[in-house]
């Protein structure tokens, strides 16, 4: 094997790694007791926010420049700052790590010791993540080589025995829209959001293997996608058929959590929650790695240096500590209304990135952004309870909105009038 598909290798099981967190592990197999018989449909649906529009981020990203900013840049340098700020708030301190030590907790450590204090178990692991993420140039490596291929054997034993001998049979749940239900869960895993952050991570870790092209740059980047991409349809796919055999085993009450500690208790009994616990712990430490130090650089380079990278990664697990302490279903809830409204907007500037070539009128950017959130807004509202009956009955009217897709066509119109009246303007 030559050193770049070496390179490739490594640098994909650690986006591999990055992505597959807490969100991950627990939303598969509650998709799937949701879904049932149609769990395919879900996993489809799943696919496209959990693995494909990740993946197409770092793409996106490294075709652009490698960072947020190139990305975002198009609609203005402020929307980018807002933009930026908001996304690594969400995958970092207000959300995503603190959910990784909440998870850890309720899934890897209160199932062997339930006597073990939770405020104890935040402080150790947050400790843990500061002490790997203070020296961010061997994050990558240390989490591709390492920690990722326990990872794995960890979950591919426990989906392996699954299948082999399965818990029940999936019964049909009713489901009317499981594709879109599955779309909108997989914003939970916030991969996508992640994507254009993590991708700056990626770069630096390929021009410091020697790959300051940037055409190789955008040529490793799409192979390591796709090698994390692989790994990732076989964990999720995996996990959502567990969770589909169980739907008539387990009460559909249960929390997504013990939902899954329940699952790999009836697989492989007290030896699955060991495995379970590896596996779980292995997955919200190495997410955690690299979102704290995301966090830490993203901040760092925001301040122009005036708030330091250590200052910035130890406020980070400090705050990430305290909200772990909330619980997961807690954080899940909190994190509806945010995602709905800031996934559209991302998913929107991945795609017209990736075609930027075939795009004549830069304004296209600003309208369709602006087309998508004027919808996202009010699902975000629908999301806390606050119901505008008027609007909701418009937007419920709209082409695809039964499948969670109603900003498409305001993002669409948004984008062709912008492009229209720039092009008036300049023929005035």
Known sequence: MNKQSKDIIVVGFALFAMFFGAG????????????????????????????????????????????????????????????????????????????????????????????????????????????????????????????????????????????????????????????????????????????????????????????TDIKDQVKLSTFAGLVAASGLAIIYGGLMYLGATSNTVFSSDITKTQLTISITESILGNTGKIIIGLAVSLACLTTSIGLTATCGQYFSKLSKGKLSYKVIVIGVAVFSAVVSNFGVETIVKVAVPLLVTVYPIVIILIVMNIFDDYIPNKAAYTGAVYGALCVSLFDALSAIGIQISNINSILSKLPLASSGFAWLTPAILGSLIAMATMKKQHTV
């Open 24 to 211: 991950n592990l627990i939303f598969p197999p509650a998709l799937g007791m949701q879904t049932g018989t149609s769990w395919v449909t879900g996993f489809l649906g799943f696919l496209l926010t959990g693995i494909g529009m990740p993946v197409l981020g770092i793409i996106a990203a490294s075709k652009a420049g490698g960072s947020l900013s190139d990305l975002a840049d198009k609609i203005s340098p402020t929307f980018s700052k807002i933009l930026g700020t908001i996304i690594v708030l969400a995958i970092g301190p207000l959300l995503a790590i603190p959910r990784t030590g909440a998870t850890t907790f309720e899934m890897g450590i209160r199932p062997l010791f339930p006597q073990v204090s939770p405020v104890l178990v935040s402080i150790i692991f947050f400790g843990i993540t500061l002490y790997l993420v203070m020296n961010p140039s061997d994050i990558v490596d240390k989490i591709g080589k390492v920690l990722t291929p326990v990872l794995l054997i960890s979950l591919l034993i426990i989906i392996i025995k699954g299948i082999i001998s399965p818990i029940g049979i999936p019964a049909d749940t009713g489901i009317q829209n499981a594709f879109s239900n599955g779309f909108t869960e997989g914003y939970q895993t916030m991969d996508a959001l992640g994507s254009v952050i993590l991708a700056g991570i990626v770069i630096n870790s390929l021009i410091q293997k020697g790959y």
